[in-house]
């Protein structure tokens, strides 16, 4: 697995010779300028945590151009559909799964809200659980720890877990400490700060809590990729 960061929440995971685009809010994002467009991306497969324009972003314009497979809540998926005729989509529900041809997606809870940005109810927000090639990554979506994250670490061996850390929205430094001892990754991957005055957090700070409870923090400049 290679794991690409485009700031805020949009990563790119290359993996079982798929190309698979995370959250792709691209345009629009001030971190992604400069280091990527949404016009460059290719796709095999785009997994939506939930319905914000945040997070939701560029999915019709790289999904309509590249015909990948949309995985997300059903309440997204039927969204897709209704207003955008697409139909190339997986619907999950939590704690649902579904094995594809390259690993295993399992659709996780989290704690956030989820709408669309013109209103529309954007169902449960979530994160996945990605298996594939002998790894595991999980990447939480929007959310604050909650308690299930230790059945999580029990029942998965996480190499990298993707984190929010930028407070405000989601938790911050002290509630991503708390779900990386609970999840027990390999590797903490930090998201979702920085984009914008309300969420800018110091890294060294986080890097350095992360480090004196065990973890083992590991950031992405925009635009930097490494091996899960």
Same mark, same amino acid.
């Given at each position: 697995m290679k794991l690409t960061f485009f700031g805020h929440s949009a990563f790119q995971l290359e !993996?079982?010779?798929?190309?698979?685009?995370?959250?792709?809010?691209?345009?629009g994002n001030p971190l992604a300028e400069g280091v990527v467009s949404a016009d460059d991306l290719s796709a095999d497969v785009i997994l939506l945590t939930h319905a914000h324009g945040d997070h939701w972003g560029d999915t019709v314009a790289i999904a309509e151009r590249t015909g990948a497979l949309v995985v997300a809540n059903y309440e997204i998926t039927q969204y897709l559909g209704m207003r955008h005729n697409y139909t190339n989509a997986q619907p999950l529900n939590t704690g649902g799964g579904v094995d594809l041809s390259w690993g295993?997606? !399992?659709?996780t809870w989290a704690r956030h809200s989820s709408s669309f940005p013109d209103g529309t109810y954007g169902g449960n927000p979530g994160g996945f659980m990605i298996e594939a090639d002998g790894k595991c990554l999980y990447v939480a979506g929007d959310t604050s720890p909650f308690s299930e994250m230790a059945w999580m670490g029990e029942d998965f061996d996480i190499d990298v877990a993707v984190l929010p850390i930028g407070d405000c929205?989601?938790?911050?430094?002290a509630g991503s400490v708390r779900a990386a001892t609970m999840l027990?990754?390999?590797k903490v991957v930090p998201c979702h700060y920085d984009t914008f005055p309300p969420i800018e957090t110091d890294l060294d700070a986080w890097s350095s809590l992360m480090n004196q409870a065990g973890h083992a923090p590991h950031v992405l400049a925009p635009g930097q990729a490494m091996d899960v």
């Amino acid at each position: 697995m290679k794991l690409t960061f485009f700031g805020h929440s949009a990563f790119q995971l290359e !993996t079982g010779g798929q190309t698979i685009q995370i959250d792709p809010f691209i345009t629009g994002n001030p971190l992604a300028e400069g280091v990527v467009s949404a016009d460059d991306l290719s796709a095999d497969v785009i997994l939506l945590t939930h319905a914000h324009g945040d997070h939701w972003g560029d999915t019709v314009a790289i999904a309509e151009r590249t015909g990948a497979l949309v995985v997300a809540n059903y309440e997204i998926t039927q969204y897709l559909g209704m207003r955008h005729n697409y139909t190339n989509a997986q619907p999950l529900n939590t704690g649902g799964g579904v094995d594809l041809s390259w690993g295993r997606l !399992t659709n996780t809870w989290a704690r956030h809200s989820s709408s669309f940005p013109d209103g529309t109810y954007g169902g449960n927000p979530g994160g996945f659980m990605i298996e594939a090639d002998g790894k595991c990554l999980y990447v939480a979506g929007d959310t604050s720890p909650f308690s299930e994250m230790a059945w999580m670490g029990e029942d998965f061996d996480i190499d990298v877990a993707v984190l929010p850390i930028g407070d405000c929205f989601t938790m911050g430094h002290a509630g991503s400490v708390r779900a990386a001892t609970m999840l027990k990754p390999g590797k903490v991957v930090p998201c979702h700060y920085d984009t914008f005055p309300p969420i800018e957090t110091d890294l060294d700070a986080w890097s350095s809590l992360m480090n004196q409870a065990g973890h083992a923090p590991h950031v992405l400049a925009p635009g930097q990729a490494m091996d899960v």
